[in-house]
Antibody, heavy 115, light 108 residues
Framework: QVQLQESGPGLVKPSETLSLTCTVS????????WSWIRQPPGKGLEWVGS???????NYNPSLKSRVTMSVDTSKNQFSLKLNSVTAADTAVYYC?????????WGQGTLVTASS | EIVLTQSPGTLSLSPGERATLSCRASQSVSRNNLVWYQQKPGQAPRLLIYGASNRATGIPDRFSGSGSGTDFTLTVSRLEPEDFAVYYCQQYDTSPWTFGQGTKVEIK
């Protein structure tokens, strides 16, 4: 059973960079797509972007100018960086394995953008 | 991008009743690349239905999905207490992958 666990700071100052890592266990990160999805408090879900194990990326155009995703196959991890954050980026961030849709999800981590 | 509109926003029903949730797409979702998730408070979404009508592993048969093109439906034949939650549809036909805004199924 594939399991995912997000990690990273829960508080980020406005204008700074949000950085999260997702550790995959119970399966290899290779030959799969991995995604980040976020959910502002009390609101719906938004796909942030996806990265293939080779490093190929696909980002949501609404965030593309600020997002970078990468994979570290040696650690079975993938990561998200979102720069120039504002209060609008406050959300629970989920990592997930994707095949277009999302079967395996992490538990989510709340990131608050506040000074 | 494909905009998904879910209706109703909230559905108030009693256990044992039938729930019918709608997801309408702004353009055709080809190959039925549409899924449904269930989300309970404080939890990640759980995949219920993929390919518009296929139940994911371990999902009870009271959940069913149907539809094609721009109109899709999730039906819960008889609501159990654990089914009261928020339900989202999502399309993976055209990037960016998009979600509906959700339908909350609450106890009447």
């Amino acid at each position: 059973q594939v399991q995912l666990q997000e990690s990273g700071p829960g508080l980020v100052k406005p204008s700074e960079t949000l950085s999260l890592t997702c550790t995959v266990s119970g399966g290899s990160i290779s030959n799969n797509y991995w995604s980040w999805i976020r959910q502002p408090p009390g609101k719906g879900l938004e796909w942030v972007g996806s990265v293939y194990s080779s490093g190929t990326t696909n980002y949501n155009p609404s965030l593309k100018s600020r997002v970078t995703m990468s994979v570290d196959t040696s650690k079975n991890q993938f990561s998200l960086k979102l720069n120039s954050v504002t209060a609008a980026d406050t959300a629970v961030y989920y990592c997930a394995r994707s095949s277009g849709y999302f079967l395996y999800w992490g538990q989510g981590t709340l990131v608050t953008a506040s000074s | 991008e494909i905009v998904l509109t879910q209706s109703p926003g909230t559905l108030s029903l009693s256990p044992g009743e039938r729930a019918t949730l709608s997801c309408r797409a702004s353009q055709s979702v080809s190959r039925n690349n549409l899924v449904w998730y269930q989300q309970k408070p404080g939890q990640a979404p759980r995949l219920l239905i993929y390919g518009a009508s296929n139940r994911a592993t371990g999902i009870p048969d009271r959940f069913s999905g149907s539809g094609s093109g721009t109109d899709f439906t999730l039906t819960v034949s008889r609501l159990e207490p654990e089914d009261f939650a928020v339900y989202y549809c999502q399309q993976y036909d055209t990037s960016p992958w998009t979600f509906g805004q959700g339908t909350k199924v609450e106890i009447k």
